[in-house]
C-alpha cells in the first residue's frame, strides 16, 4: 500500500503523457500538449499556506502546482473526435497572476503515437474557450499556414459562443475569427458523436461544456475546468481564480463530486496532473481522487 502511495504522490506533481482507457468499443486517450505550473494560492484563493504544507505532493521543487495540459481523443471504430485542443506550440509567462508558466506544443506527436494523423479528426468539441483549450484549432501545422485542425468542425456550446465578445475584450479577436468558419453550436443534452452528449455546465466559463462518454456499461465525465485540481475534490467550495462565477462553480463542483463517486463513473480532469482518469471514492478525510492506470 506504501508503494501505491509514493506512486500516486510521485504522478501529482508530474504532468501526464499518454494514457488511455476503454469503454466498451469506445478507446479514450489523454494526448499531452504540454504543462502548467501555477502559483497554489492564487490558483485557489481560499487555501492558506498550512494547506499546501500539508500537501507538499502537488507542488514542484519550486512550489508549484503541477498540471497538464492536452486534449482527450475520443475513438469508435473508424471515428475520432477530439475534445479541446491543447494551447498549441507557444509559451505564456505571467510574472505576477495565478499562472506561472504554461507550454505547449506536443499534441501531434501525441496523435502520431495513438495512430492518428490530425485529418482523422472529425470534430473538436471544446468545454470552453479559453487559450489553453484553443490552441490547435487556431495555430498553424508546422510548415503549413493553415490550423493543424482547421479541417474540423468546431463544436461550441451555444451560451460559450453567442458570448464571445468576453473572448473579443480580453484581446482574443484572432481566435475568435480563426474560429468562426468552422463553429457549430450545440446545446445540452445533444449528442455530438456516438456515445458522446454535451452537459452545459455554466460557472468556470459562461458557457462551459462537460462531455458525458458511455460505453461498457460505465461513463466517463469530461469535465472541463469545472475542477484544476484533484485536491478539489475534498474541498469542492475552492473555486479557482479562473472561475468566471466561483459561487456558481463551487455549486456544481458539489454535485459533479457526489456524482464521480458513483459506481460505474469514471473522471477525466484534462488538468490533473498525471491523474488525469480517476474516480473518487471516501477517505479517511473526506472524498477522495483514485487515478484509474491506465
Do not use: N
Request: hydrophobic share 40%; proline share 7%; with cysteine.
Amino acid at each position: 500500500m506504501a508503494d501505491l502511495t509514493v506512486d500516486r504522490d510521485a504522478r501529482l506533481h508530474r504532468p501526464a503523457g499518454i494514457r488511455s482507457i476503454r469503454l466498451g468499443d469506445t478507446k479514450v486517450s489523454y494526448v499531452p500538449d504540454g504543462d502548467v505550473r501555477l502559483r497554489p494560492l492564487r490558483l485557489l484563493p481560499d487555501t492558506t499556506d498550512e494547506v499546501w504544507a500539508a500537501h507538499p505532493e502537488y507542488l514542484d521543487a519550486t512550489g508549484h502546482v503541477v498540471g497538464s495540459v492536452g486534449a482527450l481523443l475520443v475513438e469508435r471504430g473508424d471515428r475520432a473526435l477530439l475534445i479541446d485542443a491543447g494551447v498549441g506550440p507557444q509559451t505564456f509567462e505571467d510574472p505576477d497572476g495565478p499562472l506561472a508558466v504554461i507550454r505547449g506544443g506536443a499534441l501531434p506527436h501525441g496523435l502520431a503515437e495513438l495512430g492518428r494523423r490530425p485529418e482523422d479528426i472529425e470534430a473538436v468539441a471544446f468545454t470552453h474557450l479559453h487559450a489553453d483549450h484553443l490552441g490547435w484549432a487556431c495555430h498553424p501545422a508546422p510548415g503549413s499556414d493553415r490550423p493543424l485542425l482547421g479541417h474540423a468542425e468546431y463544436l461550441i456550446s451555444e451560451l460559450e459562443w453567442d458570448r464571445r465578445d468576453l473572448l473579443e475584450a480580453e484581446g482574443m479577436s484572432e481566435q475568435v475569427a480563426a474560429l468562426a468558419s468552422r463553429v457549430r453550436t450545440v446545446t445540452d443534452g445533444q449528442e455530438v458523436f456516438p456515445g458522446v452528449r454535451v452537459r452545459i455546465t455554466p460557472g468556470h466559463t459562461v458557457g462551459h461544456a462537460e462531455y458525458v462518454i458511455t460505453g461498457g456499461g460505465q461513463r466517463l465525465i469530461a469535465f472541463g475546468d469545472a475542477l484544476h485540481s484533484p485536491i478539489q475534490i475534498d474541498h469542492p467550495e475552492w473555486s479557482a481564480a479562473f472561475d468566471h462565477d466561483p459561487a456558481r462553480t463551487a455549486d456544481h463542483r458539489r454535485r459533479l463530486v457526489a456524482e464521480l463517486a458513483e459506481p460505474g463513473t469514471l473522471g477525466f480532469g484534462v488538468h490533473f496532473a498525471d491523474v488525469v482518469f480517476g474516480h473518487v471514492r471516501p477517505g479517511g478525510d473526506g472524498p477522495a481522487w483514485h487515478p484509474v492506470d491506465a
